[in-house]
């Protein structure tokens, strides 16, 4: 069955340091891959996605992530966190026709 | 502004008493659907419709209905709730589906609680 693993519930960084958390889908071709983030109170929000192409795709608000076939993953970056950064993220996979797979989400904290 | 509207924000509600949760877009999306987040699941779909009068189960549809009677709207129907349902729910949309790479716009989300 198609899913999508975020295997960190959260994740604490310090405000300034960098920041990757993990994505893994199980899918036999390459799905459309998104990365979502969700504020407190307030609906989901698209950082990027991915189809085809470069593996490293940029997004907003200086993420990034990376496509990796091999490991059947799709991590997101930040080289630099800002406290603004702090929400849940999601991960997600579209294997094709009109469904959506979320991912259980990642809770980021930022210390100051 | 393009956006995604819900009604109501937040609600309580007691068993067995039928609502609806609307929604409505003004991007004239071909696409909406509805998924449903709780705590260490993320979001599920509950049902997703891909035009006007076209509607399909998504992967935890019991318990809901939906009806697309119109392009902009997509209701949400429980026509007997029970406490299973307590949940956070946000509809979404998009011009085609995620399957083809879209980008869903969400709406801000309901709050469900029901006793």
């Known amino acids: 069955a198609q899913s999508v693993t975020q295997p960190d519930i959260h994740i604490t960084v310090s405000e300034g340091a960098s920041l990757e958390l993990r994505c893994n889908y199980s899918?036999?071709?390459?799905?459309?891959l998104f990365w979502y983030v969700q504020s407190p109170g307030q609906g989901l929000q698209l950082l990027l996605k991915?189809?085809?192409?470069?593996?490293l795709v940029q997004g907003i608000k200086g993420f990034e992530a990376e496509f990796k076939r091999s490991q059947s993953s799709f991590n997101l970056r930040k080289p630099s966190v800002h406290w603004s950064d702090a929400a849940e993220y999601f991960c997600?996979?579209?294997?094709?026709?009109?469904?959506?797979?979320f991912g259980a989400g990642t809770r980021l904290f930022v210390k100051a | 502004e393009a956006q995604v509207t819900q009604n109501p924000r937040y609600l309580i509600t007691v068993t067995g008493k039928k609502l609806t949760v609307t929604c409505s877009q003004n991007?004239?999306?071909?696409?909406m659907s509805w998924y449903r987040q709780d705590p260490g699941l993320g979001l599920r779909q509950i049902y997703y419709?891909?035009?006007?009068?076209?509607?399909d189960k998504g992967d935890v549809p019991e318990g809901y209905k939906v009806s697309r009677k119109e392009k902009r709207n997509f209701p949400l129907i429980l026509e007997s709730p029970s406490p299973n349902q307590t949940s956070l729910y946000f509809c979404?949309?998009?011009?085609?589906?995620?399957?083809?790479?879209?980008?869903?716009?969400f709406g801000p989300g309901t709050r469900l609680l029901v006793l």
């Open positions: 997600a996979v579209a294997p094709g026709g009109f469904k959506t797979i």
């Open positions: 899918y036999g071709a390459t799905p459309y």
């Open positions: 991007m004239n999306h071909e696409y």
């Open positions: 419709s891909m035009n006007v009068e076209v509607t």
């Open positions: 979404a949309s998009s011009q085609r589906g995620a399957g083809v790479g879209e980008t869903q716009y």
């Open positions: 991915y189809f085809s192409g470069d593996t």
